[in-house]
Structures are given as C-alpha cells and as structure tokens.
C-alpha cells in the first residue's frame, strides 16, 4: 500500500530554500527523515530544481569570496584557483595521463618475449 505524501512540494521547496539546498537540515526543519525529501525530490522536478538552484546559489557565493580573495593577492586562493582552473596552462600537482582526447589510455602487455614491433 502507497504511503499519503505528508508534505506539499512547496513546504519541502521553502525548507530547501531557507537551508541553502541542505536537504539533511531541511528534514530536521519538517521533523522527516532525508530520504524522504530524496524521494519527493525523485517525483517532483520542481524540488529537484529547488535542491540544485539553492546549491548552485552557495557555489557562486563561494566562488564570488574565491575571487575576492584572489584580488587581495591571497597566496592559497590564487594557487587554489590555478590548480583547479589553471589545468590547461600546466598549473597542475600530479599529471593525468589520458589517451588521445582525454580518452582512456589503452595499455597492451606482451606476454611473448618477442618485443612488439611498430607497424
């Protein structure tokens, strides 16, 4: 037997809105259970949207103070920043080694003691 929806979506949105996206602090807030605003959120677009809006609002809040930490001449927000964004310029702690286009690298073992010879 399917259990009677408890909430209305938009008590679930206004949760989400006001605990930026956190939907653990959200269930707390509606006395429920997590999952159970997972699983609104699988049944309704609308809360997703809510989840992923709110959350999307908290990384450009983070990366806005990012940048004004990088104007200030902040060492580790520069750094953090290169290291992240700067990958295609070499700023870069440890190498991926990729195959062509960022595909994966095929490696193939000879088993033979005969050297594989380029075609």
Known sequence: MARTKQFKPQQIIDALVK???????????????PKTIYNYAKDSPEIQEAINNARGEVTDNAESKLFDAINKGEAW???????????????????????????????????????????
Do not use: W
């Open 19 to 33: 605990n930026h996206g956190m939907v653990y602090l959200s269930a707390k807030e509606l006395g429920c259970e």
């Open 77 to 119: 927000a520069i750094c953090f920043y290169l290291k992240t964004q700067g990958k295609s310029r070499g700023y870069v702690e440890r190498q991926e080694v990729s195959g062509p286009d960022g595909n994966e690298l095929v490696i193939r073992v000879n088993r033979d003691r005969n050297p594989i010879k380029p075609a």
